[in-house]
């Protein structure tokens, strides 16, 4: 994103976790659910969730207390967000 001009603030959710709720209105931004931004091979994933048949508040509040379930970089200009482990994803933000 430097390369292409555009201004970026990084926040690193392992040192600054996210709470559930602002974690529930990034994923409403990006469309996603939180089923969908899970990284399954953490360990975390396998203690927490796997076999567990969560909704997304109880998967939310998990994600809040254990950010490294959180797939990443999740990417936010202006009222939309993407998950930017598709760097073709940064388009559909106009970056």
Known sequence: MAEKG??????????KPLTAASLKHLLRKAGLKPNEVLRTKEEAYSQHVAGKKLNDDQLLALMAKHPELIQRPIVV???????????????????
């Open 77 to 95: 200009r202006g009222d939309r967000a993407v998950l930017g482990r598709d760097i073709a994803k940064l388009a559909e933000l106009g970056i």
């Open 6 to 15: 555009v201004e970026y603030e990084t926040v690193n959710y392992l040192e």
